[in-house]
C-alpha cells in the first residue's frame, strides 16, 4: 500500500498516511520512510510492516477508541516481558520513549522489531518436544514476572 488514506474504521486519520509515517520515522531515529503494507490479521488495532531506510519494522497503530492510559500500560507490559527476557519483538525507542503520538490525528503507534517468519498456523504444523518445552518456558517466565499492571 502507498499513500492516501487508512480505510480502516480502528484508526481516525485526517491526513495522508505516509506524511504521519514519516513523522514517526524521524522520532525513531531510523532513516527515511520508504513505504508500507498494512497487515490483513488482527482485530483491534491497526498494524503494518513498514519500510525505512534503516530496515523493515512492524507497526502498531493503537485503535482510536483506546484510552491513552490503556495505551500507556499496553506499552509498559511489552517493554515489561522483554526486559524479562519473554521472546517478544524488540520495541524501538525513540526520542521520548517508545510511544509516539501524532496529535494532530489522534494516532499512537509504536515501533517494533521485524521478525520474519510464519505463525504455527500459517504453517500447518504442530510443535515438536523441544518446541513445547521452549512454548512452556515462557509461560513460566511470564506467569513469574513480579509485575502487576495498573
Given amino acids: ?8 474504521d480502528r484508526v481516525t486519520l485526517m491526513g ?4 504521519v509515517l514519516e513523522e514517526a520515522c524521524s522520532y525513531y531515529g531510523v532513516g527515511g520512510y520508504v513505504s508500507h503494507q498494512s497487515v ?25 477508541k483506546r484510552k491513552p492510559e490503556d495505551i500507556k500500560r499496553y506499552v509498559e507490559v511489552m517493554q515489561t516481558v522483554v526486559k524479562a527476557g519473554v521472546n517478544h519483538p524488540k520495541i524501538s525507542e525513540g ?5 509516539y503520538s501524532d496529535s494532530d490525528n489522534d494516532l499512537s503507534m509504536v515501533f517494533l522489531e ?11 504444523t504442530m510443535l515438536d518436544i523441544e518446541d513445547l518445552r521452549s512454548v512452556m518456558r515462557q509461560a513460566v517466565l511470564i506467569n513469574s ?3 502487576k499492571p495498573k
Fill in 40 to 64: 490483513d490479521v488482527g482485530y483491534e488495532d491497526y498494524n503494518l510492516f513498514l519500510d525505512a531506510e534503516s530496515g523493515k519494522y512492524f507497526v502498531k497503530i493503537f485503535a482510536s
Fill in 16 to 19: 495522508d498516511i505516509e506524511a
Fill in 145 to 147: 514476572l513480579n509485575y
Fill in 95 to 99: 526520542s521520548a520513549g517508545a510511544l
Fill in 1 to 8: 500500500m502507498s499513500g492516501g488514506q487508512i480505510a480502516d
Fill in 114 to 124: 521485524y521478525i520474519d517468519g510464519k505463525s504455527l498456523y500459517d504453517l500447518g
